[in-house]
C-alpha cells in the first residue's frame, strides 16, 4: 500500500509555470512506476506524464511534450511535475498515481494501469 498526496497547485497566467509535487507514503521501499494525468470538468482523466521506477524512463501525452516535465526523488519519495508554457487548456485537476513493478524502466500511460492515486490538485491557467 501506498499513499499519495499532491500539492503545487494553483492559478497561473496563459504562458506561465507550475511545479506540482506528489508525496508517496506507506511501503515506499517497493518499485513503485509513477504517472500524472488530468481530468477536466465534464471530461474523462487523460493521461500526461508517467516514468519509471528505474533509470528514469519517461513518456510524455502529445499535448504536454516539449512544455512538461516528469522527474523524481527516489530519496524524498516523490515525484514531481514542472510545467511551463502553460495554455488554458492544461486547465484541471492533477492526479498524482502509482503502481508497484518488478519491471526496472517500465512506464504506463493507463488509468487502469495504476492501483493507486491521489486526491489530485488544481491548475487552472487564465487566458
Known amino acids: 500500500q501506498v499513499q499519495l498526496v499532491e500539492s503545487g497547485g494553483g492559478l497561473v497566467q496563459t504562458g506561465g509555470s507550475l511545479r506540482v509535487s506528489c508525496a508517496a507514503s506507506?511501503?515506499?521501499?517497493?518499485?513503485?512506476?509513477m504517472g500524472w494525468f488530468r481530468q477536466a470538468p465534464g471530461k474523462e482523466r487523460d493521461f500526461v506524464a508517467a516514468?519509471?521506477?528505474?533509470?528514469?524512463?519517461?513518456h510524455y501525452a502529445d499535448s504536454v511534450k516539449g512544455r512538461f516535465t516528469i522527474s523524481r526523488d527516489s530519496a524524498e519519495d516523490a515525484v514531481y511535475l514542472q510545467m511551463n508554457n502553460l495554455k488554458p487548456e492544461d486547465t484541471a485537476v492533477y492526479y498524482c498515481?502509482?503502481?508497484?513493478?518488478?519491471?526496472?524502466?517500465?512506464?504506463?500511460?493507463?488509468?487502469?494501469?495504476?492501483?493507486?492515486w491521489g486526491q489530485g490538485t488544481q491548475v487552472t491557467v487564465s487566458s
Open positions: 498515481a502509482a503502481r508497484s513493478t518488478t519491471r526496472n524502466g517500465a512506464y504506463f500511460t493507463g488509468v487502469a494501469d495504476y492501483p493507486y
Open positions: 516514468i519509471s521506477w528505474y533509470f528514469g524512463n519517461t
Open positions: 506507506g511501503s515506499t521501499s517497493s518499485r513503485y512506476a
